[in-house]
């Protein structure tokens, strides 16, 4: 990775713009495949299967692959499989009263050829609809493909609701936590390794906190100061440290400290 952040940043100074964390943002999720991808791995292999001995029981894996993995997120668009026209021909056809979907997964380049066409009934209420034709190399792309292109939908389709999205060129999504490394990884690397630890920091900001309580000029700061090192204690997991906060805050805690000092 230094390589990589020495090439997109060459100066002395850590200066993280919008457009080079997008950089590398999208460098770091492209290493890895989304959960999405990796729970279509299993139909991919079925397929895989079909394509090389294309017999009744790898077309009924594949089948399967399709009811499970396939038809739920199609179901979600409100679009419904056809299953006879897969066990029949062997193309995966979903519709609704407006459009359909065929998905050809022998596609002649090793993709998956998908046609979109509007249904007849539809014509009179879209006439201005176009057939769509494209090959794509995964099954997960066919279904973005038809969220993004046939619904206008935005978002990543078969990706778990809790994941945090943030909005780069490829609707990649990046949780907090990730952020958060990749920011320190950059920074940290930027300086040469010379970010302190977390304990580092703790033992320097206990020390700087005891010397303010000690040596203030005033009660009140003396005070803040002691009530800062209970709220550090805490931080750092001491095991008085709900002993001292207790005896430091009261039964009213910081809330009825803050009401006290700024009022309602």
Known sequence: MATRWTSL????????????????????????????????????????????EPNDDTKHELGLMIQKLVEPLMN???????????????????????????????GETGGYDVNVSAQVSAMDTDPAFEPMNITLPSMKGVVQFINDKVFRSTGMVGEPEAQTELPLENKMRVTKSQLQEIIREAIDEEMGGGMPSKAEIEEVLDDVLQNIRKNALSDDIAKQGARAEVLLSMLMGDRYAAEMYKDMFGERGLKGYMEDRYGD
């Open 76 to 106: 979600e668009m409100g679009l419904f499989w056809e299953a006879e026209s897969y066990y029949n021909v062997g193309d995966l056809v979903f519709n609704n009263r407006q459009v359909e979907v065929t998905i050809d997964p022998k």
């Open 9 to 52: 940043h060459e100066t002395s100074k850590v200066k993280i713009t919008k457009e080079l964390l997008q950089k590398i943002i999208k460098e770091e999720i492209l290493k890895e495949a989304t959960e999405g991808e990796m729970q279509f791995a299993p139909f991919e292999e079925a397929r895989q299967a079909y394509l090389q």
